[in-house]
């Protein structure tokens, strides 16, 4: 009796080690069956990666341009401002040949 539970025991034991044996293998095939997978996604993490450099090399261009834009506006106001201010120089010499003009002419006769 004792034998034939120990033989009973070890069947099972045998039986049980099988059985694991057999999860184990299936756990390795459903492992190596990712590999692929996970190179996929490595690969496309790598691209995005790329993509993302080539999205901030684009967005450190356009700001340079936007400044250089700004730069220029600036360049473009000032001188708008002497241009207006040049402008009121000349419209006050203009104002004030004529007012001598009206007034009784030039004290020196203009060259012949």
């Not at 340079?64 to 006050?92: H, K, M, P």
């Not at 203009?94 to 004290?107: D, H, Y």
């Amino acid at each position: 009796m004792e034998m034939d539970k120990f033989k009973e025991q070890v069947t099972r034991s045998v039986a049980d080690t099988h059985g694991i044996s057999r999860q184990f293998g299936e756990i390795i095939l459903n492992v190596q069956a990712l590999i692929p997978q996970f190179e996929s996604v490595h690969e496309g993490m790598g691209s995005q990666s790329l993509g993302a450099r080539h999205i901030r090399d684009s967005m450190v261009a356009l700001t340079e341009g936007a400044r250089i834009s700004a730069d220029a506006l600036e360049e473009t106001r000032q001188a708008t401002r002497q241009l207006e201010s040049a402008i009121e120089v000349l419209q006050a010499e203009v104002s004030l040949f004529k007012v001598r003009e009206k007034i009784g002419g030039f004290s020196e006769k203009p060259p012949a």
